[in-house]
């Protein structure tokens, strides 16, 4: 992995494990990372995980790496930021955000040479704790980053991209923007809506006893529901189309599954539940493989 220099925008938990990780590889470029949270940004510093203490930062960054790891309705104003602060002539721009088609459509509102030398990436990693001290230098080992290649990328930057995350330890996969949202919207956003859903219909019916009587199965699944919210807002506002059709789906299932109840009906409940556990098993072993 070859840049002379790399710049984090937004030192939380992704940007944060992205500096950790470049430090516990012993990357041999020059470190910096700006962020609106000033004791991020100083913290990082006396970490050694960057070589800023403040925004102030060389003016020339030859063969720079960019990562803007903001939320999604950030990501112009982040832009717009270090545009003051950077060489545009010799870099490439990157992300770390679970959204891409409604950032295409911010890059193309702006300078062309930026959209060229942006390749959207998106590693699946994270958790539900947020900000700099819940980072981690494996965040990335044998995860997936999606890349999402557009039209105006050259060959050699998404290569370049695709490097950078398998040197933090993950695999590839590139797919365009579009799908990326469209399964997204399935696999991760929905989960969200629905987890933050049940919390809140259950801590609204039993308070603070939502999880006295809970065997731990009610923690595993509602884990996602202490993510952060303000990241979480600017998920379903930017990505809200392919999230509520998603949700119409989930919701005829769960429309079926309550016939089913109201019914009193043993077999077509065991029915129900055989053909949903055969799916889930056969796919988990799927992935696996």
């Known amino acids: 992995m070859d840049f002379k220099n790399i710049l984090i925008v937004g030192i939380g938990l992704i940007g944060g494990s992205i500096l950790h990780a470049l430090k516990e590889r012993?990357?041999?470029?020059?470190?910096?990372?700006?962020?609106?949270?000033?004791?991020?940004?100083?913290?990082?510093?006396?970490?050694?995980?960057?070589?800023n203490k403040d925004t102030n930062l060389p003016k020339e960054l030859d063969d720079l790496c960019v990562i803007i790891s903001v939320p999604v309705l950030s990501v112009e104003d982040a832009l717009s930021q270090i545009d003051q602060i950077i060489n545009k002539e010799d870099v490439i721009y990157t992300d770390t955000l679970s959204v891409k088609s409604s950032i295409l459509e911010i890059l193309k509102t702006l300078d062309s040479r930026v959209l060229k030398q942006f390749v959207l990436s998106h590693p699946i990693a994270g958790s539900e704790q947020s900000g700099f001290f819940a980072s981690s230098p494996n965040l990335f080992e044998d995860k997936l980053s999606i890349i999402c290649p557009h039209d105006n990328n050259a060959e050699k930057d998404i290569l370049r991209i695709e490097e950078f995350w398998k040197y933090l330890g993950s695999y590839t996969k590139k797919i365009s923007a579009s799908e990326h949202d469209d399964l997204f919207a399935k696999t991760s956003h929905m989960p969200h809506v629905i987890s933050y859903s049940l919390m809140n219909s259950l801590y609204k019916d039993l308070g603070d006893n939502t999880f006295f009587y809970s065997g731990g199965s009610l923690e595993d699944y509602t884990r996602i529901a202490s993510s952060d919210p303000i990241?979480?807002?600017?998920?379903?506002?930017?990505?809200h189309e392919p999230i509520l059709s998603s949700l119409k789906a989930f919701k005829k299932s769960l429309d079926d599954l309550s016939n089913l109840i109201e019914k009193n009906d043993s077999d077509g409940l065991v029915d129900f539940f055989s053909e949903v556990k055969n799916a889930r098993d056969k796919s988990i072993l799927k992935k696996e493989d």
């Not at 012993?26 to 004791?39: A, C, E, P, V």
Request: net charge neutral.
């Open 26 to 51: 012993s990357f041999s470029g020059r470190i910096y990372g700006i962020d609106t949270n000033k004791s991020a940004v100083s913290s990082a510093y006396e970490l050694g995980l960057i070589l």
């Open 231 to 239: 990241m979480w807002k600017d998920i379903m506002v930017s990505n």
